[in-house]
């Protein structure tokens, strides 16, 4: 075992094979990751569209990567690797949010405070109307539509989310389009 002022080297020995594990000391992390958290940031307010989901994306990158920091010394490109952390933790962040709310409870949907009582009962019949519409649409049709109109995430995005191939996204976004359309237009 090495040690110096910033970190202590050790060799781990798993079996055959060994390690060399670098442990960082707080200075030396803060150093390294803390410079990059605006561009952590950012790309985590561009995957969220929200900003304390962003923060709360760049709060957890910055844990896991205090969890995995002997193994940062390895990493040729810190904030590369930062950022993609954060943007990782910002998509499950929104996968999160995706399942746990209502697909229609988004700020955009909110009617004008400032129209008038009617306005607001019409707007208000129109979302219950959406709302119960998109349960008859299957669980990766509503997942698609949540991910594109609510979360505004592009195809590439919402592949990356679901685990699904674009043009599968491409498709379901389409027939749940199409679907919901029809629905609506019944029962106007």
């Given at each position: ?15 055959s094979v060994t390690r060399l594990i670098v ?67 910002a998509i499950n962040i929104l996968r999160r ?75 379901l976004i389409s027939r749940a389009r199409r ?10």
């Amino acid at each position: 075992m090495l040690k110096n002022n910033k970190s202590t080297i050790r060799l781990s020995h798993i079996g055959s094979v060994t390690r060399l594990i670098v442990v960082m000391d707080s200075t030396t992390f803060k150093q390294l990751i803390l410079p990059h958290s605006d561009a952590m940031y950012r790309m985590a307010y561009y995957v969220t569209a929200d900003r304390d989901d962003a923060l709360d994306a760049v709060q957890e990158s910055v844990a896991s990567l205090w969890e995995h920091r002997g193994e940062l010394s390895a990493v040729q490109d810190v904030r590369s690797y930062a950022v993609t952390t954060a943007k990782r933790h910002a998509i499950n962040i929104l996968r999160r949010r995706t399942f746990a709310t209502d697909p229609m409870d988004y700020a955009t949907m909110v009617p004008d405070p400032d129209s008038d009582t009617a306005s607001r009962v019409e707007h208000s019949d129109m979302l219950s109307k959406v709302r119960s519409l998109m349960k008859s649409l299957s669980s990766n049709e509503q997942q698609v539509i949540r991910l594109r109109s609510q979360a505004e995430c592009s195809i590439s995005e919402i592949a990356s989310i679901t685990g699904l191939k674009e043009d599968n996204v491409r498709q379901l976004i389409s027939r749940a389009r199409r679907k919901l359309k029809e629905l609506y237009n019944n029962i106007i």
